[in-house]
Nanobody, 125 residues
């Protein structure tokens, strides 16, 4: 079992920045690919970014490329999402997720076994 706890959400003006953190406990963190998904009002849960077990490979949805950066610190059992140049359309609940693998990194939410409770990000002036 893996427990995930997100933090770092909040209200920010357009063009601003936030850094989300997701700290895990339970099974070995470095055995898992990690990802961030988001869900806006009346929308499905969409892929944002993912990172493989070592941190070498990162994946992003097109709308956040060049603005968001996913990273991880296996010594701290934590994955991060640095979000810059935020836009109102980035407003959503952001979820951290974990999938046990040291190989292929899935991008679909159905592939992830463990989820955090979510943290609200609101981009508004």
């Amino acid at each position: 079992q893996v427990q995930l706890v997100e933090s770092g959400g909040g209200l920010v003006q357009p063009g601003g920045s936030l850094r989300l953190s997701c700290t895990t406990s339970g099974r070995t963190f470095s055995d898992h690919a990690m990802a961030w998904f988001r869900q806006g009002p009346e929308k499905e849960r969409d892929f944002v970014a993912a990172i493989n077990w070592s941190g070498v490979d990162q994946f992003y949805t097109d709308s956040v490329k060049g603005r968001f950066t996913i990273s991880r610190d296996n010594a701290k059992n934590t994955v991060y999402l640095q979000m810059n140049s935020l836009k109102p359309e980035d407003t959503a609940i952001y979820y951290c997720a974990a999938h046990r693998t040291t190989g292929f990194v899935p991008l679909h939410p159905d592939e992830y076994e463990y989820w955090g409770q979510g943290t609200q990000v609101t981009v508004s002036s």
